[in-house]
């Protein structure tokens, strides 16, 4: 008995040595350049172009320090990451079973997305995108000019990873709308059209000095200079939480033309304006600590920039310290 036990053990190792050697050979004889989708040095990548089947595309381009979408906003830097780390660190988990080829390829053919991969004007790589695996640990791409689609993975990760290859232009772009340094800033000017006489402006004139100015542009004498520097370094990170695109054209405009409660004019040392305008939000059931319903919410609103092109949400926990009247600036007594 102990005899046939070490036999069946025996032949169960043998078998699964074979099968290794079987797969590491099949696997093997597969060109390189089948299934060679990672770039090592993502460094060096200049350009990422994605379009999907909906001819929906986005173009990413590397410019010194940040990276541009569609040559028109400066891009999202965790995702560009994202994308980069995905590129560099893809590596194949198997082959599609030949059983299945045809029919992978004709889905990828109807629903994918081409990554173009540039290294200056060069173009370096491209390959096609498909969806997820059955059980959801693998992704199907295929190399351009290849006939062999592959289940993509990355070591580690449980997940497919079609997601991180999106042509929305909306959400590759920075959530910023201010995103300044203290040092960077020329002037902020803040009108507040429900009470006018608290507008104000800033004049950063370096070297810790400022001019504060009234709604009426006169120059006030005594303001507190410390309340000035906090306020201006606020402006390095103002995000907003998403854009409201799911609205009707009318219902936009209506927004936009009611009255804001806040327009923040920045202007930087190279000239350069952004504006944003904030407004109330309708309560949508919020409640106070009474019960009773409240006409706003109290947490989010709308804001509008970009010359009044883009509506989006916002919190006021973010925006709150930028959210001023001239009365911040005088020395409590």
Do not use: C
């Amino acid at each position: 008995m102990k005899k046939n036990r070490t036999t069946i053990v025996i032949v169960i190792v043998l078998f699964f040595i074979a099968l290794f050697f079987y797969l590491t050979k099949s696997y093997s004889t597969i060109k390189k350049e089948l299934r060679d989708f990672a770039v090592e040095d993502t460094a060096t990548i200049s350009k990422m172009f994605l379009v999907d089947k909906a001819d929906k595309q986005v173009t990413l381009e590397r410019e010194n320090s940040h990276w541009t979408v569609n040559q028109k906003y400066i891009a999202r830097r965790d995702i560009i990451n994202l994308l980069l780390k995905t590129i560099n660190r893809i590596s194949v988990k198997s082959p599609v079973p030949k059983a299945a080829e045809e029919n992978i390829i004709k889905s990828l053919a109807v629903k994918s997305t081409k990554i173009e991969i540039y290294k200056g004007e060069d173009l370096i790589k491209t390959y096609y995108v498909g969806g997820p695996t059955q059980d959801q640990y693998g992704t199907y791409m295929l190399l351009k000019n290849s006939s062999r689609p592959f289940i993509m993975e990355i070591s580690g990760f449980r997940g497919y990873l079609s997601t991180r290859y999106f042509t929305n232009e909306n959400e590759w772009r920075s959530q910023a709308i201010f995103n300044n340094s203290f040092s960077s800033i020329s002037s902020v000017t803040v009108n507040i059209p429900s009470k006018p006489n608290t507008s104000f402006k800033i004049l950063n004139l370096g070297n810790n000095s400022f001019e504060l100015h009234d709604s009426k542009n006169q120059k006030i004498e005594e303001f507190d200079t410390l309340n000035v520097k906090t306020y201006l370094s606020h402006f390095k990170r103002i995000n907003f939480n998403k854009f409201y695109t799911n609205i009707e054209k009318y219902k936009k405009d209506s927004i936009i033309a009611s009255q804001p409660e806040y327009i923040i004019t920045l202007e930087d040392v190279n000239g350069n304006v952004k504006e944003a305008k904030t407004y109330k939000k309708p309560s949508e059931g919020q409640t106070d600590g009474f019960g009773k319903k409240l006409k706003y919410d109290p947490d989010n609103m709308y804001a509008v920039f970009n010359n009044n092109q883009d509506l989006v949400f916002a919190q006021y926990y973010v925006f709150d310290p930028i959210l001023k009247n001239i009365n911040y600036f005088f020395t409590k007594k």
